[in-house]
């Protein structure tokens, strides 16, 4: 018997730090009366980003979406962009808002990702450049993509939005490609509140990206090409700032509210995981499950959420479903039918997976007789 919990259980719930703590960096705020234009919190922020995960050149932007415009705008890209079907949809649509063509190629049924063996045919005389996602944090396959990319002289974009702290054979995840770009989302494991990260190990490309998220500004009065508003603030850095001293915290919290989910759920048959890669030093980010078919997710949303809990079909639809594109992806389009993600937050409770679990599990026996 489980009693019923006082609040609604969400998909996710954002990481807030002492209040406290927060309220001593705003207060340096206030003091010096800078609030914006790549002040001391960025730079420091930056700083301690770069030295935390092992990164160099790390560029703090307004969010995850701008940071996959500017990407695409700094390496030059024109013509078309081969991506893959199943990731959030900024990854796609920032491609056509920066006045390219995306090109899909299908997922690997087990990792998630773009699978390699089906670029280089969709390769054309027109590509410019790989956009792959890192999906849920799994790296894809970097090296087959980069030996592809090296013989067709294409530039590689990695959206990195979920991959904080990931590691592929003790490399941040981030060092790999042309640029990599994340997300530091209030819904992420860790966050700035909004705000987004560049990393890239060209110098020439840094430079760009600097003067590119501040309206091109190189002094007050010059400008070195084209740029757009996609800097950040001290206020968010400053909550980048403290989250940053319970990172290691939060990222032990959800590799073990993971594997209770995986004790208590994979014995399920009508349930199965994406599969991480090997070498990957993995982050726990989401738990995403993946259902025989769409009626019996379907089914288990329904009863999930008559009883106060709110997962999330995420990532649904296939992004060759959107009006402005064109694709034929199958093993994407039925990936995106039948995968949920679970509740997964910091102060998640044990008793809360059980209650999800047990709903997961006995979706077909009747359960409004339990005392809640």
Known sequence: M????????????PFFPPLEEYQSYLSGIWEKEYITNNGPLVQELEVKLNKRLGTQNMVFVSNGTIALQIAIKALQL??????????????????????????????DEQTLNIDPKLIESAITDKTCAILA??????????????????????????????????????????NYGDVSTTSFHATKLYHTVEGGGIFTSDENVKKRVQFMRNFGH?????????????????????????????????????KQQSEIYDELLLKNIYLSKQRIIKDANYNYAYYPIIFKNENLLLESISNLEVNGINPRRYFYPSLTELSYVKGDCPISKSISRKILCLPLFDDLKYEQQLIISELLNNRYNNVSGWSW
């Open 218 to 254: 190189d002094g007050p009065g010059n400008f070195n090409g084209i740029g757009i508003n996609g800097k950040n603030s001290e206020v968010h850095a400053a909550m980048g700032l403290c989250n940053l001293n319970y990172v290691e915290k939060i990222l032990k919290t959800r």
């Open 133 to 174: 996602t890192h999906v849920f944090g799994n790296p894809c396959d970097v090296e087959s993509i980069q030996k592809i990319a090296d013989k067709y002289n294409l530039k590689v974009i990695y959206d990195a939005a979920h991959c904080f702290g990931v590691t592929y054979k003790d490399q941040s995840i981030f």
């Open 78 to 107: 024109e013509g078309e962009i081969i991506t893959t079907p199943f990731s959030y949809v900024a990854t796609t649509s920032s491609i056509v808002w920066e006045g390219c063509t995306p090109v899909f190629v299908d997922i």
């Open 2 to 13: 489980f009693n019923h919990p006082k609040e609604k259980i969400p998909v996710t719930k």
